[in-house]
C-alpha cells in the first residue's frame, strides 16, 4: 500500500469513528442493517442503544414514541412534604409510566419560588411542556398527556430508573433518592370526550396549600 492510499485509508477510518462517536441514536432496521444517527430512527427500527450529547449512554432506550413526548413536551411534578394529593400525583404517573422530574418544596426559598408556579400555593403542580394542572385530578392531568402524546399505558423499559427528586430551590439542602419507576400494577387512564379541548393550566381543589 503506497503512503498516499495509506492516508485516504486511515482518514475514511477517521470520519467513520468520528460518526459513530457523535451518533445518538444506534439502531437496527427492518432489513437487520446496524445503523448510527443523531435523529431518532423511523418507528418500524428498533433502538439498541442512545446516548447523551457528551457520549455517555444514557442507560436503556425509550421507545420512540415516549421519547418524542418526553423532549416536546417534558414533565413536571412539584411536591410539598407530608402532601396526599402529591402521592397521588406521582403515583399516577409512575403506573402510566411517564418519565418526570420532581422538585421538592420545603423551605421559604421554596415556597417563594413555587408561588410563580402556584400563585395561591396549592400542591401538587405537574408541567407538561409549557401547560400545567395545579392541584391533582386524574381527568385532567390525563387529558393533559394525551394532549402531549404520552402513550395510555406504561411502555417503559423494566430497568429504567426514574430521576432524584431535587430542592425547587438552589438554595435548598437535600434530595431526593432515584427510585425504580416500576409501579405495582398498571393504572387505567380516565376516559376523555375527544372533542374536548384542555385549558392552559386547571386549578382543582384537591391539592395540598402552603
Known sequence: MTMQAWKIFMAGGLL???????????????????????????????????????????????PFELQQATTRFPVTLYTGDKCGPCDDARAYLRGRGVPFSEKTVTSDEDIALF???????????????????????????????????????????????????TPLSPNTKGAGQSIAQTPAAPTTPARRDATATTPPATTNPSGFRF
Open 16 to 62: 467513520v469513528a468520528a460518526g459513530t462517536a457523535s451518533a445518538q441514536y444506534k439502531s437496527i432496521g427492518a432489513d437487520g442493517r446496524v445503523t448510527y444517527s443523531d435523529t431518532p430512527p423511523p418507528p418500524t427500527a428498533k433502538i439498541v442503544e442512545q446516548k447523551k450529547l457528551g457520549g455517555t449512554t444514557a442507560g436503556p432506550a425509550l
Open 115 to 165: 408561588k410563580q408556579q402556584s400563585p395561591d400555593g396549592t400542591a401538587p403542580v405537574v408541567t407538561v411542556g409549557n401547560r400545567k394542572s395545579i392541584g391533582f385530578s386524574q381527568v385532567a392531568l390525563s387529558s393533559l398527556l394525551d394532549s402531549a402524546g404520552y402513550p395510555a399505558t406504561s411502555t417503559l423499559p423494566r430497568d429504567y430508573q426514574s430521576t432524584a427528586a
